[in-house]
């Protein structure tokens, strides 16, 4: 059976960040950088680093870098750390609920030096799935027209459509994922290389990812894609990158468009239902417009009356032969 297309709007959307996470350890080597991976959005607000040992404590001038590819955010000491001493980090950002929120970091300086950039093993499995179209781009049936009205279901911050054995599209694209599994154990424990993902030829793979570029990592997308390990050096810029690694030409070749057989997902017999049959012989919630067709919903909550959702559904003819699920 095929997957269901992506929704509405998914209730836990944060515009701050949900987690701050050190790449290094105890210690830097005193000509580097500080390297964050950051769960989340947004620039810091603020950053700081100052030594908290010696004499007296003293500020330490730093840059703040994003490299969105790795998900990091780099403090970069403008003067030379001393070796021996300590120093702290502080930075601020929103929280997801946002509130100012600091973050503090202790870090000894090591002598200067750091490793020449290698790119981390990874071993790739590609794989598609068929994933049905949303409303809107998807010619829908449903079982029983009152299915039409009771397929939208609340999440709270939006509506989706349900997709289930009662209502089902007969377009689907087919979905290509890369499951990526990393070697981390080669990582340089001081934080001074990123590591990241790109296509073949450097630049940034088109489609979601998920996942960290030291641990495994997940990539989807429509298109054919492939994914270059690839090493970058904090400190001095220098970057290395692995052999690509593909999808066979059987796996890419079967992407795009598909037309599915609602019997394959739906409970009932057809014929099926159109949202325009559905309007036409009377059911309240739903209407034609133009050349598609909608239903009103009312979303659970008190103070909204309703939300109109549009499906733009192409007129379609009842099927006339029956079909049964697999």
């Known amino acids: 059976m095929a997957a269901p297309g992506p929704g509405a709007l998914a209730c836990d959307v944060c515009f701050g960040w949900q987690s701050v996470h050190p790449r290094f350890g105890a210690s830097i080597p005193a000509d580097g950088v500080l390297s964050f991976r950051i769960v989340g959005d947004g620039a810091p607000s603020s950053?700081?680093?100052r030594r908290i040992d010696g004499v007296e404590p003293a500020e330490v001038a730093v840059a703040v870098e994003a490299l969105e590819a790795a998900h990091l955010v780099v403090l970069r000491p403008q003067t030379p750390l001393v070796p021996g001493l300590s120093y702290e980090a502080v930075m601020g950002a929103s929280s997801c609920a946002g509130e100012a929120v600091q973050h503090h970091f202790e870090v000894l300086a090591d002598p200067p030096g750091?490793?020449?950039?290698?790119?981390?093993?990874?071993?790739?499995?590609?794989?598609?799935?068929?994933?049905?179209?949303?409303?809107g781009e998807a010619e829908v049936v449903c079982c029983e027209r009152e299915d039409f009205s009771a397929g939208w279901e609340y999440l709270g911050c939006g509506l989706e459509f349900r997709y289930d054995d009662r209502c089902t599209s007969t377009r689907g694209r087919a979905l290509l994922h890369a499951e990526l599994t990393v070697d981390s154990t080669m990582a340089d424990p001081a934080g001074q290389i990123a590591y990241f993902y790109t296509d073949r030829e450097g630049g940034p793979i088109d489609g979601d990812g998920d996942g960290d570029g030291d641990g495994d990592l997940r990539f989807a997308s429509f298109e054919p894609f492939c994914v270059r390990s690839t090493a970058l050096n904090l400190v001095t810029g220098e970057q290395a990158m692995a052999e690509a690694l593909c999808p066979d030409e059987a796996l890419a070749s079967a992407l795009g468009e598909r037309s599915l057989d609602p019997g394959d997902a739906l409970a009932c017999e057809g014929p099926y239902w159109s949202c325009e049959e559905a309007a036409d012989s009377g059911l309240p919630e739903c209407s034609?417009?133009?050349?598609?067709?909608?239903?009103?919903?009312?979303?659970?909550?008190?103070?909204?009356?309703?939300?109109?959702?549009?499906?733009?559904?192409?007129?379609?003819?009842?099927?006339?032969?029956?079909?049964?699920?697999?």
Do not use: H, K, Y
Request: glycine share 6%; with cysteine.
């Open 288 to 326: 034609r417009f133009g050349s598609g067709c909608g239903c009103v919903v009312e979303e659970p909550a008190p103070s909204i009356a309703g939300l109109l959702l549009l499906l733009a559904l192409p007129r379609r003819r009842r099927r006339r032969r029956a079909a049964t699920r697999r």
């Open 47 to 49: 950053a700081s680093l």
């Open 114 to 135: 750091s490793a020449a950039p290698s790119p981390l093993p990874v071993t790739a499995e590609f794989s598609t799935e068929v994933v049905l179209d949303v409303p």
